[in-house]
């Protein structure tokens, strides 16, 4: 990690700026906390016996299931009272966990702080991050599955079925029966994706039905004239 800036402070369990931020030490003072913010303890670990008290944005925070955390990072320092911090690398250094690897919140941040009957803060639950960085990845599968036709299995298709055109006949087989024979398992897919409103689909198959039922007709067109009776 970067060095720390010039003539700050880097005793471990303090803030860069001088401030204990061990909760031994602070347990019984006043912390002011912003509305949408929690106290949370952090593990240093240069201080295995202790936690370091920080107030994070609950938005980015798990929920008792372990999920709905917010990718990235919202905190303020406890001990100087320096705010905004908006990366944890940022936030790790400013309060000394002076880490060797990647600062990651799901790894440092470990406990609720919570006041006892006698006003003492004390160490709560365990921060469950169990599944909470799987929501940004969740919400873009969501978003992307939106747009994904799936098939009922009412319909007996699957979807390379419904799209695979119609094997080529035998030779001397008359094209028109091969794609007469096609056309309604197609239509009863277009039927049950629509939920029995006449679909495009629908309607193209009967086009074409009707056009297939006439072969002078498809000769006439595939001529390059145009396709009118």
Same mark, same amino acid.
Request: charged share 15%; hydrophobic share 30%.
């Given at each position: 990690?970067?060095?720390?800036?010039?003539?700050?402070?880097?005793? $471990?369990?303090?803030?860069?700026?001088?401030? *204990?931020?061990?909760?031994?030490?602070?347990?019984?003072?006043?912390?002011?906390?912003? +509305?949408?913010?929690?106290?949370?303890?952090? /593990?240093?670990?240069?201080?295995? $016996?202790?936690?370091?008290?920080?107030?994070? *944005?609950?938005?980015?925070?798990? *929920?008792?299931?372990?999920?709905?955390?917010?990718?990235?990072?919202?905190? @303020?320092?406890?001990?100087?009272?320096?705010?905004?911090?908006?990366?944890?690398? #940022?936030?790790? @250094?400013?309060?000394?966990?002076?880490?060797? =690897?990647?600062?990651?919140?799901?790894?440092?941040?470990?406990?609720?702080?919570?006041?006892?009957?006698?006003?003492?803060? !004390? /160490?709560?639950?365990?921060?469950?991050? /169990?599944?909470?960085?799987?929501?940004?990845?969740?919400?873009?599968?969501?978003?992307?599955?939106? %747009?994904?036709?799936?098939?009922? #299995?009412?319909?007996?298709?699957?979807?390379?079925?419904? =799209?695979?055109? &119609?094997?080529?006949?035998?030779?001397? %087989?008359?094209? !028109?029966? =091969?794609?007469? $024979?096609?056309?309604?398992?197609?239509?009863?897919?277009? +039927?049950?994706?629509?939920?029995? /409103?006449?679909?495009?689909?629908?309607?193209?198959?009967?086009?074409?039905?009707?056009?297939? !039922?006439?072969?002078?007709?498809?000769?006439?067109?595939?001529?390059?004239? &145009?396709?009118?009776?």
């Amino acid at each position: 990690m970067k060095p720390p800036p010039e003539g700050c402070c880097t005793t $471990d369990g303090f803030c860069q700026a001088g401030k *204990d931020l061990r909760l031994v030490s602070i347990s019984n003072e006043h912390i002011e906390v912003p +509305s949408g913010f929690l106290l949370v303890g952090a /593990k240093s670990p240069n201080l295995p $016996d202790h936690l370091l008290v920080c107030a994070v *944005d609950k938005r980015f925070l798990p *929920d008792d299931n372990g999920r709905n955390a917010l990718l990235g990072f919202s905190g @303020n320092c406890v001990g100087c009272g320096k705010k905004g911090f908006c990366y944890f690398t #940022e936030f790790s @250094n400013h309060i000394n966990l002076k880490l060797t =690897t990647q600062p990651k919140k799901q790894k440092h941040l470990k406990y609720y702080l919570v006041r006892n009957a006698q006003g003492a803060l !004390t /160490k709560g639950s365990v921060i469950c991050w /169990k599944g909470a960085e799987l929501r940004g990845r969740q919400s873009l599968s969501s978003t992307c599955s939106g %747009t994904v036709c799936h098939l009922p #299995e009412s319909a007996g298709l699957s979807g390379s079925t419904a =799209t695979e055109p &119609p094997p080529n006949p035998p030779p001397g %087989t008359p094209q !028109t029966a =091969t794609a007469i $024979d096609h056309i309604p398992s197609t239509a009863a897919f277009s +039927s049950a994706a629509y939920n029995g /409103k006449e679909s495009p689909k629908q309607q193209l198959v009967k086009n074409n039905l009707s056009a297939l !039922t006439r072969p002078s007709v498809l000769e006439f067109n595939c001529n390059g004239l &145009p396709g009118k009776l």
